[in-house]
């Protein structure tokens, strides 16, 4: 048998404490199964949808964007239904797609808790559930995003949007400078989960 001598980096979920939100949780869940509102199995399924969801659904969309104008007009209008063009999911939840310009840079976030397109672009990452982006990103955008590697020029104006249990963000940014000749399969992989947040911008790839 192979050795299995690491020590777990986190505690197993059964040990952590049993906090009211969990009891909460468990609770609502029991109850509207009990009703009849969903059953275990559409949960399981609802679960499985999300932790499939990837960032890749959402660089898709973005690069479609890029390359097709008209395309481009009914993301604007509706991510929900254009997603579905592209045979993607992307959940009942309006999804509103927020467009970079020259003048402005948008960037999303959830004050309250964690709220995100998730069955679009599965999981958010950790740092945008925490307290320090959810609180800071609001005051001071231009010094968060500065802190992620992204330094913009004072002339452009920075949009931050939050993000609710109605209503779910995700940035459509520029197509970089000098990628003209690219398909849009490789423009896809120029877009990151970061470009969506509007933490980071995709760039052309370095010339040789
Ligand atoms: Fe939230």
């Given at each position: 048998?192979?050795g299995h001598?690491?020590?777990p980096k986190?505690?197993?979920?059964?040990?952590l404490?049993?906090?009211?939100h969990?009891a909460l949780?468990?609770?609502l869940?029991?109850l509207?199964?009990?009703?009849?509102?969903?059953?275990?199995d559409?949960l399981?399924?609802t679960l499985?949808?999300?932790?499939?969801?990837?960032?890749?659904?959402?660089?898709?969309?973005?690069?479609?964007a890029?390359v097709?104008?008209?395309f481009?007009?009914?993301?604007l209008?509706?991510?929900?239904?254009?997603?579905?063009?592209?045979?993607?999911?992307a959940g009942?939840i309006?999804?509103?797609?927020?467009?970079?310009?020259?003048?402005?840079h948008?960037?999303?976030?959830c004050?309250?808790?964690?709220?995100?397109?998730?069955?679009?672009?599965?999981p958010?990452?950790?740092?945008?559930?925490?307290?320090?982006y959810?609180?800071?990103?609001?005051?001071?955008p231009?010094a968060?995003?500065?802190?992620?590697?992204?330094?913009?020029?004072?002339e452009?104006?920075i949009?931050v949007?939050?993000s609710?249990?109605e209503?779910?963000?995700?940035?459509l940014?520029?197509r970089?400078?000098g990628?003209a000749?690219m398909?849009?399969e490789?423009?896809?992989a120029l877009?990151?989960?970061?470009?969506?947040?509007?933490?980071?911008?995709?760039?052309?790839p370095?010339?040789?």
């Open positions: 048998m192979r001598d690491h020590r986190q505690p197993d979920l059964e040990d404490p049993y906090t009211w969990m949780t468990d609770a869940a029991d509207l199964m009990a009703k009849g509102i969903f059953g275990a559409e399981r399924a499985e949808t999300i932790d499939q969801a990837t960032p890749a659904q959402g660089t898709r969309l973005v690069a479609r890029w097709d104008p008209a481009r007009a009914r993301l209008e509706d991510v929900n239904a254009a997603a579905a063009e592209l045979g993607i999911d009942a309006p999804i509103r797609a927020v467009a970079d310009t020259p003048e402005v948008n960037v999303v976030v004050t309250l808790c964690s709220c995100y397109p998730r069955f679009l672009l599965g958010p990452p950790d740092w945008y559930k925490q307290r320090a959810r609180s800071r990103v609001v005051r001071e231009r968060v995003l500065a802190e992620f590697g992204l330094v913009l020029p004072d452009i104006r949009e949007h939050d609710t249990a209503l779910r963000y995700m940035v940014p520029m970089p400078e990628t000749h398909d849009e490789a423009l896809a877009v990151t989960r970061d470009c969506l947040i509007g933490t980071a911008l995709p760039r052309a370095q010339r040789a």
